[in-house]
């Protein structure tokens, strides 16, 4: 068991802190999340766990962490699919504009396409690296990326617990939306090495879409409410109910001694931190500045 402190952890971190300078496609591997107790930022590398879980209720700080990294990867030469039927983000269409494709509405026949959509993007991809005598997407030069259009491929899936429970039994609906899940699952599965790389958020990590797809390497970030954004992360592999039960304990024992926090490793490591804070209206402003192209076409 390692012990830190809370007390160095900011209470509030801007969206800019960590954002580079301008638009940095050749760090695409290196995603920060926020800021640590020793003011240092916390660092995702997709090299080591390509996919991300956001575990928290409608009022946690899942969506704003989610947002800040839907906003550092595409600073960081990302590509964005954004699968969020019921627009739990509300980002705004100058937003979305800017990624790859988006879908805000449960529209059945709309899911069907995003799923036939995703499934297509690996295909191509396939090809794509079959064509050049690789088997890695990172193998690639960022400028052949760019040329055949396959930079690193981000899914991100909001409220994914939500999105599979609100679904009627037995509609189109409810078919639409396992069509959506069961696609970003295979990519979650079998596309890191395509450069896809899959983020979703839900209530709980036992839920059926959260359960289909954490079967990669994947991290798990537990989080509390949102104006006291102190999330626990931990690098973990299936099972991993314990790992996420010692991040929920230890958030539940920095709410009750501020002043104190343990840091449990059981099995991976567990980190406090800060979420960086970016207020919606203003990503637009932050993408067009770095320089973040719009897709083609």
Do not use: C
């Amino acid at each position: 068991m390692n012990t830190t402190t809370l007390s160095g952890i900011p209470d509030y971190v801007p969206g800019t802190t960590l954002l580079p300078e301008t638009y940095s496609p050749e760090d695409w591997a290196t995603i920060p999340l926020g800021i640590r107790a020793d003011g240092t930022p916390l660092l995702a590398n997709l090299h080591a766990s390509p996919h991300r879980i956001y575990l928290g209720g409608p009022d946690s700080a899942a969506k704003p962490a989610a947002i800040s990294e839907i906003v550092h990867r595409a600073a960081r030469g990302h590509q964005i699919i954004l699968a969020d039927p019921f627009d739990t983000l509300r980002l705004s269409e100058s937003v979305t504009s800017r990624f790859a494709r988006s879908l805000t509405h449960a529209d059945p026949d709309a899911m069907y396409s995003m799923a036939a959509d995703l499934r297509e993007e690996f295909s191509r991809r396939l090809r794509v690296l079959s064509d050049h005598k690789t088997r890695f997407l990172s193998d690639l030069p960022v400028h052949v990326q760019k040329r055949e259009n396959v930079s690193p491929l981000t899914v991100v899936v909001p409220e994914i617990s939500a999105l599979v429970s609100n679904a009627k039994r037995g509609t189109e609906q409810t078919y639409s939306v396992r069509a959506l899940v069961g696609a970003v699952a295979e990519l979650a599965y079998d596309g890191r090495h395509l450069g896809i790389y899959v983020i979703v958020t839900g209530k709980s990590y036992t839920s059926w879409g959260i359960s289909m797809i954490a079967r990669d390497r994947m991290d798990v970030t537990v989080t509390r409410r949102p104006y006291d954004a102190t999330v626990a992360t931990a690098g973990l592999h299936r099972p991993f109910g314990k790992q996420v039960h010692a991040a929920v304990n230890l958030l539940n024992a920095a709410d009750k001694h501020p002043g104190r926090a343990i840091t449990i490793t059981p099995t991976g490591d567990v980190v406090l931190y800060r979420v960086d804070w970016f207020e919606r209206d203003e990503i637009d402003t932050h993408l067009e500045q770095l320089g973040v192209p719009k897709p083609r076409g």
